[in-house]
Each structure stands twice: as C-alpha cells, then as structure tokens.
C-alpha cells in the first residue's frame, strides 16, 4: 500500500510558539496504524505537549522497541533524533544515550508486550537507575503486531474475542514503577486529550525518571489459531501470490471525566473500561498512600488515572554516578584518556 506523503505547504497564519514553529513542524510521517488506533491519539498528544512546551524538536531523542507502539514515534517528531531498538531493549539504549549525551531531552515510547514481557528486566533496571527520561508505555493489554494474544498486562479473567479467558496474573506497570523509584509515575487514557497532554508536559520537564502507563485500546481483530478463517490458515491452504490484511475503520475513542468520578468507557469490542479520575486534593507526593490508593481502587475493578506520584527532589543517574557535566561526545582526548597515572589511582580506590 502506498501512503502520500503530507503535504509541505500549510497555512501561513497558523498558530505558532515561543519558537515560531507551528504544531506541523512537531509532526511525522502518516500513520500507518488501524483507523481509531488509540496510538494515533498519544502522538497527537506529545505532538500537542512538545509545541506547548517550545521545545526545540532537534533537541529531542525519541527511542522505541518493536510493536505497535514502538512504530509510533516516525509519526511525531519528525525533526528529532530517533533510534528504533530490538523487541525489549529500549531502555538500555536510552540509558547509554543519555550517558554519553545528556543535553538531549530523552522520550522513551513503548508497549505492553515490550516493556511488560520481554523487556520487563529492562524496564526495572532504567527506572531503579533513575535515568533522566520521559518512558510511555501505549497499553492495549495485546499484542497487535501478531494479532491480539494477551500480554502480560491483560486482566486475569479477561476474555478474548474467541471466548478464551486470560488465567494469568496482570502486571501492573504503574505499581512497579512506584516500587523500583521512579520519581514521577501517572496513568492516563489515550482518549482523554485534556488529561494526557499536561501529564506528558509535566513528564517531559522532571528531572528524573518520569513514567506515564496510558491505555490504549486496541480496534483490531483477533486471529486466533485454529479459525479457518485466520490469515495463516488461508496462506497454508492458498496459492500466495501476495499478503494484505483488512482492517474495518474506527472512531477514536474521546471522554471528557471530572476529578474524583468513575467513568464507564465502551471500547470498540464491546469490552468496558472503569476509569477514576484523581480528585483534586489527591496527595501525589506519598509514594506508600500511592501504592495503598492503586491496590484499593483495583480491587474494586477501577482504573486510576492522574499523576499518582511524584518526587519533589528527585536524583537522576548522572548524579548518582557523579558524570563530567560536559557531555561524553564533547570531551577531547585529554578527557577521555588521562594516562595510566589516573587509571592506578581508580583502581587503587577499589582494592
């Protein structure tokens, strides 16, 4: 399928920020995503946040993993710096990026099945380690690449579309990351635009690590094995003279919720998502209440979402390590090689 690139010429008057670049100027390629995709509307998101903030789009580092999700950062952005990293290792390569370059605002972009399954050592080790970075996971509780097995995200008892109920346990990545140290941990809804755009502005200026777990529904199908109606089935069955899959359109899902309600929201599959909004004196700065409020708020069935946790003073990796303050890809040979005179006294320090 061939996809017309967008157009270069835009409008003169429109608006524009501190910068004198306007919301086109934060944006990608096309979507390739399914119409509807809960994705699609957490990129207009950061698109949103990074214009509101002025940040300078050259000074962005975006990295992802593989899945859905991690597709997602070609279409905002398209003037930052990008790196697209194997299934589950995005935050290690953030984490030596940021080493050696730490002027650069670093947004880490992921899933589900990517930081929750295979990548999920990684995920813990980036946050314990307080790298300075802005991590969203795009939550649809499947995996959409390979068509919609649970992942490990997905409620116990949960039901797929063929009748086959989820028996494992869900990891919950909000609780986790409260646990391992993040400094600035909330949960959001992609459809809720008025909440996520300032949580992801908020996220972006922490100085620490800053996680945002934001679910986004999934609008495709499930093929399953054993359907003779699956893809792989007809392939096994069929002359391939090439491979197309169809996927019927969807709305975006759009709320609007007060502070302190529960909101019913239906997806697309007929499934009910029960979300509560923080109230307003909700005290984000208790990391134990946090923990408590989650656990009670998920026995009732509820989704909580809002700003859960943050950390007023937070420390990040590098002053944890006590870096150079210049960054590692500026330093001159003298820097980065001081003699075997500095070497016998680092190791001197270790016996």
């Given at each position: 399928?061939?996809y017309l690139p967008k157009?270069?010429?835009?409008?003169?008057?429109?608006?524009?920020?501190?910068?004198?670049?306007?919301?086109?100027?934060?944006?990608?390629?096309?979507?390739?995503?399914?119409?509807?995709?809960?994705?699609?509307?957490?990129?207009?998101?950061?698109?949103?946040?990074?214009?509101?903030?002025?940040?300078?789009?050259?000074?962005?580092?975006?990295?992802?993993?593989?899945?859905?999700?991690?597709?997602?950062?070609?279409?905002?952005?398209?003037?930052?710096?990008?790196?697209?990293?194997?299934?589950?290792?995005?935050?290690?390569?953030?984490?030596?990026?940021?080493?050696?370059?730490?002027?650069?605002?670093?947004?880490?972009?992921?899933?589900?099945?990517?930081?929750?399954?295979?990548?999920?050592?990684?995920?813990a080790h980036a946050l314990?380690?307080?790298?300075?970075?802005?991590?969203?996971?795009?939550?649809?509780?499947?995996?959409?690449?390979?068509?919609?097995?649970?992942?490990?995200?997905?409620?116990?008892?949960?039901?797929?579309?063929?009748?086959?109920?989820?028996?494992?346990?869900?990891?919950?990545?909000?609780?986790?990351?409260?646990?391992?140290?993040?400094?600035?941990?909330?949960?959001?809804?992609?459809?809720?635009?008025?909440?996520?755009?300032?949580?992801?502005?908020?996220?972006?200026?922490?100085?620490?690590?800053?996680?945002?777990?934001?679910?986004?529904?999934?609008?495709?199908?499930?093929?399953?094995?054993?359907?003779?109606?699956?893809?792989?089935?007809?392939?096994?069955?069929?002359?391939?003279?090439?491979?197309?899959?169809?996927?019927?359109?969807?709305?975006?899902?759009?709320?609007?919720?007060?502070?302190?309600?529960?909101?019913?929201?239906?997806?697309?599959?007929?499934?009910?998502?029960?979300?509560?909004?923080?109230?307003?004196?909700?005290?984000?700065?208790?990391?134990?209440?946090?923990?408590?409020?989650?656990?009670?708020?998920?026995?009732?069935?509820?989704?909580?979402?809002?700003?859960?946790?943050?950390?007023?003073?937070?420390?990040?990796?590098?002053?944890?390590?006590?870096?150079?303050?210049?960054?590692?890809?500026?330093l001159d040979d003298a820097?980065?090689?001081?003699?075997?005179?500095?070497?016998?006294?680092?190791?001197?320090?270790?016996?």
């Amino acid at each position: 399928m061939t996809y017309l690139p967008k157009p270069k010429l835009h409008h003169p008057d429109l608006p524009k920020n501190e910068l004198g670049l306007t919301r086109r100027d934060y944006e990608g390629t096309i979507s390739t995503l399914c119409a509807g995709c809960g994705h699609d509307s957490i990129s207009a998101a950061i698109i949103h946040a990074c214009y509101n903030l002025s940040l300078p789009p050259h000074r962005i580092a975006k990295l992802s993993g593989i899945g859905c999700s991690s597709k997602t950062p070609t279409y905002f952005l398209g003037a930052a710096h990008g790196f697209n990293s194997v299934h589950g290792r995005m935050p290690s390569v953030l984490t030596g990026a940021h080493l050696a370059n730490r002027d650069l605002i670093y947004l880490g972009v992921s899933g589900d099945g990517d930081s929750a399954s295979i990548g999920l050592g990684q995920f813990a080790h980036a946050l314990r380690r307080g790298v300075n970075m802005t991590y969203i996971v795009e939550n649809n509780g499947v995996y959409g690449l390979t068509k919609g097995q649970f992942s490990a995200t997905a409620d116990r008892g949960a039901v797929n579309k063929r009748g086959t109920a989820n028996g494992d346990n869900a990891i919950d990545l909000v609780g986790l990351a409260l646990q391992l140290g993040a400094t600035f941990v909330a949960r959001s809804f992609s459809g809720d635009k008025a909440q996520l755009v300032p949580l992801i502005e908020a996220a972006l200026t922490h100085p620490g690590p800053a996680f945002i777990d934001c679910l986004s529904p999934c609008v495709t199908f499930n093929n399953h094995a054993g359907s003779t109606k699956s893809f792989d089935y007809v392939r096994a069955h069929n002359e391939v003279v090439n491979f197309l899959d169809v996927i019927s359109g969807r709305e975006p899902i759009t709320h609007e919720q007060e502070p302190g309600t529960v909101k019913l929201v239906e997806q697309h599959d007929g499934t009910v998502l029960r979300l509560r909004k923080l109230e307003t004196d909700y005290d984000p700065t208790d990391r134990a209440a946090a923990i408590d409020y989650l656990a009670r708020h998920q026995q009732a069935g509820e989704i909580v979402t809002g700003l859960l946790y943050v950390d007023a003073d937070p420390q990040e990796l590098h002053a944890h390590l006590g870096t150079a303050r210049t960054p590692l890809n500026r330093l001159d040979d003298a820097a980065l090689v001081p003699g075997a005179a500095a070497l016998g006294r680092i190791n001197a320090s270790l016996r």
